[in-house]
Each structure stands twice: as C-alpha cells, then as structure tokens.
RNA sequence: GGUCCCGUAGCUCAACUGGAUAGAGCGGCGGACUUCUAAUCCGCAGGUUGCAGGUUCGAGUCCUGCCGGGAUCGCCA
C-alpha cells in the first residue's frame, strides 16, 4: 500500500465535504494536490499543500481554507493531530496505531510489497546497449548496459509490460570494415603472411578464434573469391560470433535482453522497410529534395552543397531538416533509425526508451522528432543519456587509449571486481552526471562504500534471524502470523523511524518509475540500511532496544517483523537493481 | 557560432519533477567495543545552490541573459 496515494484519497474526500458544504465552490478543480512526508519528521507523518493550491479558486486566504480543511481531516480515525503550518500546510500526524499496518502489508506482500499498478499493464520497449557488433563491449558500454537493465526491472515492477531490446547495426560501414578484418584473420589461419592490419580495421586478437572458425568451415574455398562474393558470408558469420561474444559480456552482468533486432532486417526482409517508412511520411508532405545550410561558424573542408533527401524534422522541434540517403544511393543511419522506431511502434509500443551514450546527446531531438511524425503524435519517446563512466585505481586514473586498441574491456572490470558492485555503483548516480569508479573502493568493506554498507544491512537482518532461533528455536520470519502481531509494542523513536522510511518504498518506486531514475532506488537503499544500522547500535548503548528479548517473545516477535519487513524492503530494491542480496558476508 | 547536458559544504554527490530551516558520505574534530558481526554507530564544524533579472503564496528546481566545464555539429554509427 502506498501510504501517501492512500492518504491524498481522503483528502478528495474532505475537499468534497467541503464542496457539499458550500464552503468551497462546487466547480472547483482539484489539480497539484500532493501529499507527501514532510522534510522535517518533527512536523508529522504527512503533509498537503491543499489549501495553497487551491486558495485562489476558492477565493479564501489559504490559512483559512487549511482551517477548514483540517477540521474535517481531523474527524478521520487514524489521525491524531492536524496543525497548519507556514503559507498554509496542513501537517497530518497518523495515529501509533496506523503504522503498524505498514509491516503487516510488507509482511503479507513480501516481495510484492511496493510493486506498483501504475503501468497498468501497458507495453514499453526499453532499447540499450546497441554497441556496434565489432568486438566485446568495453567499459563504456556498463553504464548504459546496467541502467537499461535496471530501469527495465523498475517498469516491470511497476506493471508496466516491458521488452527489452538491443539494436544490431549490422548493417552499415563498419560491419565491413569487421568483415574485412576477419577475412585477414581468416587468411592468416590458412598460414598466410598479413602483416599489419590496416588503418580503419579492427585489429583486436578476439577476431583470431574467428579467422580459425572460419578456416575451418570454408577452407580455403573463400581464398581466390572476389571480395564481392566472400564479404557478405564472412560479415554474416563475424557478427554472429560478435554478437555471440556480447551476448556473453552482457550475462557476466546478469543481463539478458528479450530481442535483438537487425537493422539490415529493415532493408533485406521481405519489403524494405525503411522504403516503407519514407513512403508513408513522403505520403504527408514530410519529405522533399532540398539543399541544407553548411553548419554555422566552421564549414567543413569537404563541403559539398549538394541537393538530398531530407525529412522535416524542423516541423517536430528539431533544429535542421535532416538527410535520409548518403551520396551514394545507400540510407543513412538515421532513415533505419526511423524505420526501426517506426516498426517499434507498429509492434505495439507507444512508449519507448532509447538509452544513449553521452556522444549521441546531439542525436536526441531529431529522433524525437522522427518518432512524433512516424507515429502521428501517438508514441511517446524518452531517451536517457549515460554520461561517461571514469576509471580510478585507489585514487589514480586508469589510462586508456583508444587508437592503440587497450581499452578496458566490460569483462575485465567484471572480473576482477565482481557484477554486485559494478551493478550498484553504476547506478549510485543521476544517468546524466558523469561517474567515477574505483576499482579499489567498491570492493571496500566500509561505509565509504555504499555497495557494501546496503548489502551488509541485509545480511544483519538474517544475523539476527540466526541468532533469535537460539532463544526462540520456532521464531522464524517467514512463519510469523502478521495479523496475530503485537505492533504497537514497536514505539522507539528508532523503530518509528525505521518503519516510516519502510512506509516510503512504494512511493520511492513510483517516483523513479515515472521519472525513468532507477539511481534513486540506489539511494533509498542507502538510507534503509542507515537507519537499520542506526537502530541496531541503539541496541548497545540501551539493551531494552535490542531486537531479541528473552523474557519477551511478544516484543521479540513485533521486533523481528520490523527487521524482516527491512530485509524484504532491501531485497526487493536490490532485486530491481539486479544485485544479489546476501545473507552473509564471507 | 548553433544545439543539448552539467555548475549545490574543502572533495564526491542527493534533494521525492515548484514546497517549510537545502541533505548524505568522505575528509577534519570529539565520543561509543566483556557486541543481536565496531565491517557499525553518535555528536560537532562546514552554504549568498556560478552571476543578474523574471514568473508566484513559495524557486536549487520553470523563463530570459550572461560566466565557467563537457558532448555534439550535412553522407560515421
């Protein structure tokens, strides 16, 4: 149950006795009604803006309208204080005895509890990773590979009905270019001399076990042949095994992506659907032959004032009318890109998420304006931009250089520090703030570490699950009766506490899941586990605060809810962010 | 030059899409271990939210203009 959707309810309902009444006009429109915690705990358990909100339709001052608002909040049985406060809030205190309701939902739900119906079931595609098919996925590729995975996770437990998909550009000129390099390895596992490789190739040894697999089916069948003849077998054979190497990378990661869609699907299924997809806009005046302006302030050396196909994307937002067909006859990128997100939303999905790196930020509004006009305004497209991920060794830079071919590869960083951390850490930030990751502190076992500090908050929890069954061999979590509970024995200001910040995950899940920001489950988890660790050193300084307590199994019980009802709560965040929530640390 | 993103404590970052006295961690200082794992916790210090205007009951958040950093700029993907 979310506690503040449930509680704004009852305030529609005080603001119709109102209407009823004839205190407020019965036109009134209620609009920008939240009702949320307060910042400060000491000004109660929910606060409205109600009466600032809606003091100008109702032509009252709005500490008046809050006066009135309030009386009839206060009849309510599970409030115990209304108080008006500042311009005009209105500050809600529940009674002792609502918050136990938290627990028994979490208790009822369990990993449920904060699952949401705001999707209501409706279909969203989430498109990430989409590395060119040319070699393994580098550590640039994380960051967009894990918030893709993560925000997937988050819509789904949001009951949105998602599909996650990878976009195959296998298509253009640099799956030649990788075909080109595997047939020289291909040559070379005949015994031949290659020498160097060459500018514009890709010289990485992962394509050696790809020349072999290749000399060993073809022999040496393909060595006389004409590129013309050899190029689209080996191409087709090259990504096949790159797309096998990424598939590989992502599972390191523990992601699996539901379709991997080929652009040169477009062009080569039965009808070209980038054709296809030009013909319908060319149908409502959205193509023309035209000249485009050279960019301002540099025009570049080739420069080339040519007349082309381009697509008005100015009349969506964009800033330039773009080009659909290359000088030599071919798409460009961006008319498969249409074409794609075109045949995205003739497959259903009116909702799309595209994550993009940091380089493609420019990319942005065209393909916004692209799906605007492919989709008559219906569809709606969200792109997330992950900026650049920063590598560190105990405080220094890692140096990496990309023309020499050493860049750090995803399974490296993988490797050596384990996908928990990796996972977490890529979303311990916003997705538009660039990120620095250590090699050194994320295996830390410290609070410096947040990774860490949240996983070990839950294998606390099973701590004290082990250690309970010492003095009460049949108290177990799972077998607790959550209606049968004494819950108000639960009255610390650290419980209360606890559970309150308990009470706030399924609005935690709401706002990140419309916000499309699974960086602030991270931060929440973060929080949970700072107020259990709070709580549990309570427990030294005052042993009456302690979670088990022999001559007490009442209270042990009530307290050993509060401390699965947490475990749950982590668990369940963790989960959507596709880390392992362990129940010991080694 | 155009466009987009970012400027918040000494450092790294939050701030629930416009709410109350802007919060955490690190670093600094001072405390708590015969432990339900101190791998943790408690307290103190630290701010003109880059600058200047505007919008309104109310602005770190929205609009405009500057300053500073990054990305990108017909046919690459």
Redesign the pocket.
Known sequence: MNL?AYFSDRIFAALDTLKADGVLPGDLVVR?V?A?????P???DI???AA??L??QAKMP?RELAEALAAVLAKDEDVVGVDI???????IRMSPAFWPRILTSVLELRGNYGSSEIGAGEAVNVEYV???PTGPLHVGHVRGAVFGDALAALLDYSGFKVTTEYYV???????DALARSAYMRYREALGQEIGDIPEGYYPGDYLKPVGELLAEKHGESLLGADETEWLPVIRAEAIDAMLALIKDDLASLGIQQDLFFS?RSLIEGVTDKVAGTIDELRERGLIYEG??P?????T?E?????E?TLFRATEFGD??D??L????G?Y???AS?IAYHNDKYKRGFRNMIDVWG????????RMQAAVKAVTAGEGALDVK?C??VRLFRGGEPVKMSKRAGDFVTLREVVDEVGPDPVRFMML???N?????FDFVKVTE??????V??VQ?AH??A???F???LEVFPDLKPESLNPVKLKLSLLESEEELELLRRIA?FP??I??SS????P??IA?YL??L???F?????????L?Q????NAANRDLTEA?IAL?SSTAEVLASGLRILGVQPVR???
């Open positions: 503040y920008g939240t949320e915690p307060p910042r400060d000491a000004h109660g606060a409205t803006n600032m909100v003091a100008k709005p406060a500042g311009p005009g809030f209105i500050n989409s590395a060119n550009n296998d298509a253009g000129a640099q799956v652009e000249r485009l050279p960019p301002k302030g540099k570049p080739d420069w080339e004032d040519r082309q800033d330039v773009r080009a067909m290359k000088s030599d071919s460009t990128y961006f890109d940091a380089d493609h930020g420019g990319y942005v509004k931009i900026q650049l311990y930030r916003k538009d703030a660039p990120l620095d076992q410290s609070r410096d570490n947040p860490f500090y070990y294998a606390r099973y701590s004290v082990r250690n309970t706030q609005r935690v709401e706002a419309v916000a499309h920001e960086h602030r931060f973060y929080e586990a700072g107020d660790h709070s709580l549990w050193n309570r427990g030294k300084e042993p605060l302690r979670f088990i307290r401390v010991e640390m080694r």
